[in-house]
């Protein structure tokens, strides 16, 4: 079956353009999570969402950082005025329930700030 | 600093060897759960531990949850080349598992 995926696969941008990263979740899955993976480290929380609902953001590093879920499904992570240091892979997982389920990660989307 | 600090940063044996990383930290966690990460790829998991002090085999692989919930350890014996692969630990930090952190793994590279 169809697993995460994400667009685009990598994501070339010049310092203070935006981009929108694009996560398509497992079909029926209630939660999806961002992460930012460092070269060299692990996947740093970002954002939470059940169905539309954000319910924590608590790891978006600026205000430049928005995500939005508008029906439940797709979501999209947009990075405003990128900025050399926001270069990292950008993870998205989604789980099938609310409590305690498997998160299945997308293979990533590999942003380079120039 | 991480709140997970996985040890060793990178590792690298010859096939059929068996080899051990370590998952710690001074935190209690409520589950922790192990993924494989290849090139390119997202993590998989691999397996999750809930209880102090369970054991939990997945074929060649033995993770052990420490009695306190703060650290963990992966074993692998007789290693093979497709084991190579990033190992990432992650803690859940409440009991629904929708706050993970995770450490900067362990790079694990088997030679044939």
């Known amino acids: 079956g169809a697993g995460v995926s994400q667009s685009p696969r990598y994501k070339v941008a010049k310092r203070g353009q935006d981009v929108a990263l694009r996560c398509d979740p497992i079909?029926?899955?209630?939660?999806l999570f961002w992460y930012q993976q460092a070269l060299g480290q692990g996947p740093e929380f970002l954002t939470y969402?059940?169905?539309?609902?954000?319910?924590?953001k608590s790891g978006l590093p600026s205000d430049r950082f928005f995500a939005e879920r508008p029906e439940g499904s797709v979501s999209t992570l947009k990075i405003q005025r990128t900025q050399q240091e926001d270069s990292a892979v950008y993870l998205c997982?989604?789980?099938?329930?609310?409590?305690?389920?498997?998160?299945?990660f997308g293979p990533g989307t590999r942003l380079t700030v120039t | 600093t991480q709140l997970l600090e996985q040890s060793p940063q990178f590792l690298s044996i010859q096939e059929g060897e068996n080899l051990t990383v370590y998952c710690n930290s001074s935190s209690v966690f409520s589950s922790l759960q192990w993924y494989r990460q290849e090139p390119g790829e997202g993590p998989v998991l691999l397996v999750t531990?809930?209880?102090?002090?369970e054991v939990k085999k997945l074929k060649r692989l033995t993770f052990q949850f420490g009695d306190a919930r703060k650290d963990s350890s992966l074993h692998i014996t007789a290693a093979q080349p497709g084991d190579t692969g990033l190992y990432l630990c992650a803690g859940a930090m409440s009991y629904n598992n929708n706050d993970m952190r995770f450490g900067a793994g362990t790079r694990l590279t088997v030679k044939p």
């Open positions: 969402f059940q169905n539309e609902a954000q319910l924590d």
């Open positions: 997982a989604s789980s099938r329930g609310t409590w305690g389920y498997e998160q299945y």
């Open positions: 079909s029926g899955h209630v939660s």
């Open positions: 531990v809930v209880t102090g002090g």
